[in-house]
């Protein structure tokens, strides 16, 4: 059983940063994929980001694109998201979760386990 935790969301304003984390226990994370997803008050959760196995290849959605960074730390068993040049529209409550193997996919299916989320919020 792995246990997920995410941390560092909080209330920033447009064209900031932060860098969350998402931390794992119970099981190394360094066999599988990690992806990042978000869902903003009344839509559906969205895939934001993933990184392989040992974060030598990243995929992000177009709309993060450019502006947000997957990496991890496998010794740390630790996950990071760095989003810089944030939007009012980045404001959700952001997951993390590990896939069922090293590659990543866009599809919430592929993933087993998951964060309970930590809230974003961009003022503008």
């Known amino acids: 059983q792995v246990q997920l935790v995410e941390s560092g969301g909080g209330l920033v304003q447009a064209g900031g940063s932060l860098r969350l984390s998402c931390a794992a226990s119970?099981?190394?994370?360094?066999?599988?994929?990690m992806g990042w997803f978000r869902q903003a008050p009344g839509k559906e959760r969205e895939f934001v980001g993933a990184?392989?196995?040992?974060?030598?290849?990243?995929f992000y959605s177009d709309s993060v694109k450019g502006r947000f960074t997957i990496s991890r730390d496998n010794a740390k068993n630790t996950v990071y998201l760095q989003m810089n040049n944030l939007k009012p529209e980045d404001t959700a409550v952001y997951y993390c979760?590990?896939?069922?193997?090293?590659?990543?996919?866009?599809?919430?299916?592929?993933?087993?386990?998951w964060g309970q989320g930590t809230q974003v919020t961009v003022s503008s």
């Open positions: 979760a590990q896939s069922r193997s090293i590659m990543w996919s866009t599809r919430e299916y592929f993933y087993d386990y």
């Open positions: 990184a392989d196995y040992d974060g030598t290849n990243t």
């Open positions: 119970g099981r190394t994370l360094s066999r599988n994929a």
